[in-house]
């Protein structure tokens, strides 16, 4: 088996609610490390003492369990392996081969004294009958790719790399785990991720959705890629595409955007996209219309696209968003008054505003990044991040920080 690589903050995660009467669901795209910590909780437990024997730990993806894909033979292929005495953790990866899964860990659960821990590569793992089944009884640890800090750890640089370069390469190739075999060798790695792209969108989107048109979803896949942290419409993508002739409209132009809607919804079921809702700060409420696309890694993109580093504006706002869900935060886009705050961050007792830019340099970029800022009313911290390494560490109270030194705090 290959080296295990240390996710210590997810693995922590895992680790406090173990024996938590809750069933531990880790989501996230595929090969994004999943099965890896589920591995590394694996090992957890029999250096704390626990049994082999009272770990059963199955791939569901595994031609061996190719006969289990309804819950009922699953149900009992596992009741028959269960101890009698002593708790069992139940450990079951990729749990979407089964079908109707949710019931026979609703039956585990009920049955035996066990501890669950399933993970998924799509939201469908979350749909509607099985929140309605486990309502309350489920704890999601949501797994993204590295982050930048991750990376610096994963990865063996020489010792003449300085910490920009590192940063230069993480934008140019993302974190996906698997690309540490090819030691940022461009070809390879770009096969690997094109590997796994096709593996989401024909598994977790395409056999889910019968009805889908593959050369439009990818069309739109391009189009989002393009346009990171663009704020843009359902109806605004489907205009794009149809001028361009891809999408068939009916008589009225909506179905494009109904389309268009529909497809971003399963790229986000799939986790390769995440959609941000705009909020307004002073109105205090949310807005329904235009919201921004954030890609989950930059390896996918620049795949798709090629790397161009004239993108790198919106390639540190997109980093800046995946930090930000990886620390917690509930993100929004804030409207203030007739101007745009790139993100508001919010937990239960905490709020940040962040601005997002290359550089600070110039009097005007200056001058539109800090005057959101300014138009905000309350006093909760006020962040401007970018790639100056500047003197200048705050403007009348709104912090400026160099993004690099943001990203490893």
Known sequence: MAELINRPEYLEQLVQNKDVDLVKIVTGIRRCGKSSLL???????????????????????????????????????????????????????????????????????????????????????????????????????????????????????????SLEEKFQRYLQFGGMPVLREYHFNEARSNQALEGIYSTVVLRDILQRNSQTDQEILQKIMLFLCSNIGSISSPNSIGNVLSNEGDIRTGKGKNVAGKTVEKYISMLRSAFVFYSVGRYDVKGKQFLKTLGKNYIVDMGFRNMLLGYRDADRGHIIENIVFLELIRRDYRVYIGKVGETEVDFVAEKPNDKLYIQVTESMQSPETRERELRPLRMIPDNYEKIILSMDRSYINSYDGIKSLYLIDWLLS
Not at 86 to 108: C, M, N, P, R
């Open 39 to 161: 591995d590394l909780f694996h090992q957890y437990l029999s250096n704390t003492g626990v049994a082999e024997t009272n770990i059963l730990h199955m791939n569901m993806e595994s031609l061996r369990y190719r006969t289990l894909s309804d819950y009922l033979a699953f149900y009992d292929y596992v009741s028959e392996r269960i101890p009698k005495s002593g708790k069992t953790y139940l450990i079951f990866d990729e749990l979407q081969a089964v079908e109707h899964w949710e019931k026979a860990i609703e039956s585990f659960r009920l049955d035996f004294d066990v501890d669950i821990y399933i993970t998924g590569s799509n939201a469908y793992l979350l749909s509607t009958e099985f929140s309605t089944l486990l309502s309350g009884r489920y704890v999601e640890v949501r797994m993204l790719p590295l982050s930048f800090k991750e990376f610096l750890a994963f990865y063996e640089f020489e010792s003449s790399v």
